[in-house]
């Protein structure tokens, strides 16, 4: 048996529908049909056809050795996610949630997106089955992510600005819930993360899990053995979660979240809703999130924009309640001098959120047993960071 939430949608005490009356009997009808379709054979032929042949699964577990050879004791296997058509794990998710759409009948796709990756995610798969797609996206962050507003354009989709509240992707989460309560008859809502109101974490994560179930079947063909240490980094949490799930029963396997602690954990600018916030309802679900204290959701900061957020999806939450996940935050500069060592040692530019978990390895060097095994779930490539970085260098 996998982990699953409770009737109400609950891990534990995280998780949930907080949504208006409107949403409640949209989310059931999604239940229902997500509970038929998991079981369903055509239905897992079909995103498994596309996640092969599309999306180019498998993807490779690949020894790190050079990136390896710099550390005293461990040995880096990363999850290459980044090979991925666009560049991350997200296609992994959007795909699953298109197939879902078509069979529910929905002629229309609507997302949220910050740094406009899921954006773009939504948009490749609703190029690909011929869906109307509208991205919510603040004016913000449509200014700072310009090119991957032109992607979007270019793929048919249409880029609405939000110009309410802080600009950003919490505010274009907000109108992308207005539009939905408004237009649920043929519209599908994409949800980017294991966040959102149940049934979205447990689809999500369904959708990603196989990363994990991937790695695991590579690892052990590898190595004989399950791996030591998982690790990658959380921003909503759904290429964690789709690396961890495979191995929440391997108890002798640890498993690490990589938080964005900006300027640092106690500057107030950051994005570790785990290691600095508290419990609150953010967007349906409770979770984990950065509130003040008469519960203003506070403005995340970190300089890979999709870490951004100021919440965390539930299950994670409970990961860490339960204490079968370790959850900690690694600076903008930590995951810069990640960047640059796995550019350097292996030829491959990690996407800034990615280099959170790679900025987090030497950390781990030092408490680690030697010869420790770690798998790094390498989210996505850097293509889209080299301005940013270019005007930080
Ligand atoms: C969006 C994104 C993330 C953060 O999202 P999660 O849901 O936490 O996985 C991490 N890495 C890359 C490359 C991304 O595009």
């Not at 409107?22 to 079981?39: D, G, H, P």
């Not at 799930?245 to 900006?262: Q, S, W, Y």
């Not at 349906?284 to 999709?306: E, V």
Request: some cysteine; glycine content about 10%.
């Amino acid at each position: 048996m996998t982990l699953l939430p409770d009737q109400s949608g609950h891990f534990g005490e995280f998780g949930g529908k907080y949504v208006p009356e409107t949403l409640m009997s949209v989310l059931e009808q999604l239940e229902t049909t997500f509970a038929q379709v998991r079981r369903d054979k055509k239905f897992k032929d079909e995103f498994a056809h596309y996640l092969k042949e599309y999306a180019g699964r498998p993807t490779n577990l690949y020894l790190a050795q050079r990136l390896s050879s710099q550390f005293k004791n461990l040995k880096v296997y990363l999850k290459r996610e980044d090979l991925l058509h666009t560049g991350a794990h997200k296609i992994n998710n959007t795909l699953g949630q298109i197939i879902l759409a078509k069979k529910m009948g929905k002629t229309r796709i609507i997302a949220e997106t910050g740094a406009g990756q899921h954006g773009v995610a939504t948009a490749t798969a609703a190029a690909l089955f011929g869906l109307q797609c509208e991205i919510y996206m603040g004016a913000q962050d449509i200014e700072r992510q310009s090119l991957n507003v032109f992607r979007m354009k270019l793929m048919g989709a249409k880029v609405i600005p939000v110009t309410s509240g802080s600009q950003t992707l919490k505010d274009a989460m907000n109108e992308a819930i207005r539009d939905w309560v408004t237009n649920v008859n043929n519209t599908f809502y994409i949800i980017g993360s294991v966040a959102g109101p149940h049934p979205y974490p447990l689809m999500v994560r369904e959708f990603q899990a196989v990363i994990g179930r991937e790695a695991r079947r590579q690892f052990v063909s590898k190595e004989k053995k399950l791996p030591d240490y998982l690790v990658a980094c959380v921003g909503g949490g759904s290429n964690a979660m789709g690396l961890f799930h495979a191995f929440f029963k391997d108890k002798t396997v640890k498993i690490i979240g990589v938080e964005a602690a900006g300027h640092g954990l106690h500057s107030g600018e950051h994005s570790a809703a785990i290691c600095a916030g508290t419990t609150g309802v953010l967007h349906g679900s409770k979770s984990k999130l950065l509130q003040t204290a008469d519960g203003q959701i506070k403005i995340a900061h970190s300089i890979a924009a999709g870490l951004d957020y100021p919440g965390v999806g539930p299950e994670h939450s409970y990961y860490q309640q339960i204490g079968r996940a370790e959850y900690v935050g690694v600076s903008d500069k930590e995951a810069i001098a990640g960047l640059k060592i796995l550019s350097q040692a292996e030829g491959i530019i990690p996407a800034l959120e990615t280099s959170h978990a790679i900025g987090y390895l030497s950390r781990l060097d030092k408490q680690a047993k030697k010869n420790s095994t770690v798998i790094v779930c390498l989210s996505g490539r850097g293509d889209k960071d080299v301005n940013t970085m270019r005007e930080l260098i």
